[in-house]
């Protein structure tokens, strides 16, 4: 039998978050589901003891598996990790920093249990300096005016997604993941739940400026063609421009005898243009890149090994495995 609920956490050096994580976790699990569920954490590289702390977790609690990979590699590809290994009805995506309170699975769960396949949630105050506030709020909103797909305001991975949409992601195999434009391209039907999204619990953010903006421009470059669209307007804007001076040059020529002096701005000019033709290049660049990256083929992670996973579901036969049986017993 399958869980109810698979819970996956990518854990990257949150040593100093586990215990707080794992007590209130497991309260808010055992409340709305009994025993139905179980825990997947990846280990994404973790330096800190985080490692050691998650096998001792595994050991002690039947409901946890453990996922170490070989290395880290990022955040995007250890919560798609977890969503392979995950062998519950539906899987909810959470953070290791308690910024995601397990509080609010109660009402996913709700939500999932009313006909919902998608509940995501939304992060309405945010408990973070001005500065990054303001960042996201003005991700958001450009990526939800430029993207080919509806993304909601101010949702982030915090989710939970039924088994359906779950297998409609195992199949998305891109490297780029923005696992929440996935999430709202794949479809099926979905709800948002507001949420007062608190400080981290203790230690460092692991998402430096660098991943966020690498998280961003995954998300403007794997769901729109909006920025190449905006190089070839560029392009145009500024060959017509210097076609109009030019003509313009031509005519004071022509009319007056004396052609403008000076052409201080025509440094200026030229300094404009090949700044234009570089950002193009660098979009178009950033495009191919990326197509670069898919054609390698290259898996999303390597696991260097699991902990939990023989001990239940992974040695019950399927369905199928069960009905081929007993066709063949007669």
Same mark, same amino acid.
């Given at each position: 039998?399958?869980p109810?609920v698979?819970?996956?956490i990518?854990?990257?050096n949150e040593?100093?978050?586990?215990d707080?994580?794992?007590?209130?976790?497991?309260?808010?699990?055992q409340?709305?589901?009994d025993e139905?569920?179980?825990?997947?954490?990846?280990d994404d590289?973790s330096?800190d003891?985080s490692?050691?702390?998650l096998?001792?977790?595994?050991?002690?609690?039947?409901h946890?598996r453990?996922?170490?990979?070989?290395?880290?590699?990022?955040h995007?590809?250890a919560?798609q990790?977890?969503?392979d290994?995950?062998s519950g009805?539906?899987?909810?995506?959470m953070d290791a920093?308690?910024?995601d309170?397990?509080e609010? $699975?109660?009402?996913?769960? /709700?939500?999932w249990?009313? +006909? *919902?396949?998608v509940v995501?949630a939304i992060? =309405?105050?945010?408990?973070?300096p001005?500065?990054?506030?303001?960042?996201?709020?003005?991700?958001y909103?450009t990526m939800?005016?430029?993207a080919?797909?509806?993304?909601?305001?101010d949702a982030?991975?915090f989710?939970?997604?039924?088994r359906?949409?779950?297998?409609a992601?195992?199949?998305l195999?891109?490297r780029?993941?923005?696992l929440?434009g996935?999430?709202t391209w794949?479809g099926?039907?979905?709800?948002?739940i507001?949420?007062?999204?608190p400080?981290r619990?203790?230690?460092?953010p692991k998402?430096?400026l660098r991943k $966020?903006?690498g998280?961003a /421009?995954?998300?403007?470059? +794997? *769901?729109s063609?909006?920025?190449?669209?905006v =190089?070839?307007w560029?392009g145009l804007?500024?060959?017509v421009?210097?076609?109009?001076?030019?003509?313009?040059?031509?005519?004071?020529?022509?009319?007056?005898h004396?052609?403008?002096q000076g052409?201080t701005?025509?440094?200026a000019?030229?300094l404009?243009v090949s700044?234009?033709q570089l950002i193009?290049?660098g979009v178009i660049?950033?495009y191919?890149?990326r197509v670069?990256d898919e054609?390698?083929?290259r898996?999303?992670y390597?696991?260097s090994?699991?902990?939990g996973?023989m001990?239940?579901?992974?040695?019950r036969?399927?369905?199928a495995?069960?009905? /081929?049986?007993a066709v063949?017993?007669?």
């Open positions: 039998m399958r109810q698979s819970v996956i990518p854990v990257y040593r100093e978050n586990l707080a994580l794992t007590a209130r976790l497991n309260a808010a699990l409340e709305c589901l139905s569920f179980e825990v997947v954490f990846v590289g330096r003891g490692s050691e702390m096998d001792e977790l595994a050991a002690l609690n039947r946890y453990v996922i170490h990979l070989s290395r880290n590699f990022g995007q590809a919560l990790a977890g969503i290994a995950a009805n539906a899987v909810v995506l920093d308690l910024q309170p397990p609010v $699975l109660t009402e996913f769960i /709700a939500k249990q009313e +006909g *919902f396949d995501y992060r =309405a105050n945010r408990h973070e001005i500065w990054k506030r303001a960042g996201y709020k003005m991700f909103r939800n005016f430029i080919d797909i509806d993304t909601p305001l982030g991975d989710c939970l997604m039924d359906r949409v779950v297998d992601l195992v199949g195999r891109e780029n993941r923005f929440r996935l999430r794949v099926f039907k979905q709800i948002g507001g949420f007062d999204r400080l619990n203790a230690g460092k998402y430096t $966020l903006v998280l /421009a995954s998300g403007y470059v +794997g *769901f063609s909006f920025p190449l669209t =190089a070839a560029l804007f500024t060959a421009s210097g076609f109009g001076v030019a003509v313009w040059a031509a005519v004071e020529k022509l009319t007056r004396d052609a403008p052409w701005s025509t440094i000019i030229l404009i700044g234009i193009i290049l660049g950033e191919l890149g670069y054609v390698r083929q898996p999303l390597v696991v090994n699991r902990v996973f001990r239940e579901h992974e040695l036969p399927t369905e495995e069960v009905d /081929a049986r063949a017993r007669g």
